[in-house]
């Protein structure tokens, strides 16, 4: 029986699919299996995936259902007493499953074991880093304010944990990782392993583009959660809306410089100075809204052009160095 169960589930990923693998089958910890569930692909992700001959490779193909239920169907599969997920697209560093196996092993009121996270674009540059945040023990104040696991591809989970909480939200159709994470932290602690350790691909075809169906989906969770959560932690759920909607905000302003995701970033930015007034008063406010205006004003083109100039001279990825600022 294995150590560790790899759940991968894959639509139409054959771009990135054997980068993936590999990165599994060349962690320093080599006792896992790895389960793919292909998702109805329509290219050639079965046949690459099959291409790589090992042992611990198994492939389920099933009728198109989402990442959700690709994940559970996963689950339902393995037999590992540690489960960790990888989105198709995304990549481990060799030393990953064995660090955060460590810190299970070293805290063993720890449920959940993650690490920091980068982001890359889709020829696998480096694109920026994540928040790079640590908070052990009991997160769950933490966690409603901001999802500092940053990726589905992040945690390694105890097995029994994870049954515990029931899965995946199969209903959902954006945020499930952060509900995942916030159902898990409501009654397990966390351990958190300092290094940057997950590569998180950006693209535009990724589920989290699209930042319409995030916002209801978030919407969604934050009502969900607080209305189960005690009456001490009510207090933050104004906080945790602002928070999310600085995120969205975040979100849209990377995206391809299209007037929809201008339109877009202006309303999510909006509500968050709704939530958080004080945003009104943040230095980097002025170029976020030079940003939002340009995508609005401008066709794509003349936008990109513009923005790639601006952006040398400011860097708008400090919006969300507020945000991690502001709260951490």
Not at 255 to 282: C, M, S, T, V
């Amino acid at each position: 029986m294995p150590l560790i169960s790899v759940i991968i589930p894959a639509y139409n990923a054959e771009k990135t699919i054997k980068e993936t693998v590999q990165s599994v089958l060349n962690q320093s910890l080599s006792d896992l299996e790895v389960i793919i569930i292909n998702d109805a692909s329509q290219d050639a992700t079965v046949e690459i995936v099959n291409s790589i001959f090992d042992p611990r490779i198994q492939v389920f193909s099933y009728p198109q259902a989402g990442a959700n239920v690709s994940r559970n169907r996963g689950l339902l599969h393995s037999k590992g007493n540690y489960i960790a997920f990888l989105d198709a697209d995304d990549v481990w560093v060799a030393d990953k499953l064995a660090c955060q196996f460590n810190a299970l092993q070293e805290n063993p009121q720890a449920a959940v074991a993650y690490s920091w996270t980068n982001s890359i674009d889709e020829a696998g540059e480096f694109l920026r880093r994540g928040s790079y945040i640590s908070a052990n023990g009991n997160v769950y104040a933490k966690l409603l304010l901001l999802d500092f696991i940053e990726s589905g591809s992040n945690p390694l989970i105890r097995r029994d944990a994870l049954e515990a909480v029931g899965g995946f939200d199969e209903s959902l159709l954006a945020a499930q990782d952060w509900d995942m994470w916030l159902r898990l932290a409501a009654r397990y602690h966390f351990v958190a392993v300092p290094q940057p350790q997950i590569l998180y691909r950006v693209s535009p075809h990724s589920m989290s583009s699209n930042i319409l169906r995030q916002e209801l989906a978030s919407l969604t969770v934050i009502e969900r959660t607080f209305a189960q959560t005690p009456p001490a932690l009510q207090y933050l759920k104004t906080h945790s809306l602002a928070n999310r909607y600085k995120c969205l905000t975040f979100m849209a302003l990377q995206r391809n410089p299209e007037r929809n995701k201008g339109l877009a970033a202006a309303k999510f930015l909006g509500r968050a100075i709704q939530h958080d007034p004080a945003l009104l008063r943040a230095r980097v406010l002025v170029r976020v809204l030079l940003k939002i205006a340009v995508m609005i004003l401008l066709p794509p083109q003349q936008a990109k052009l513009l923005l790639n100039r601006v952006e040398r001279l400011s860097n708008i990825d400090a919006f969300l160095g507020y945000l991690y600022l502001k709260d951490s």
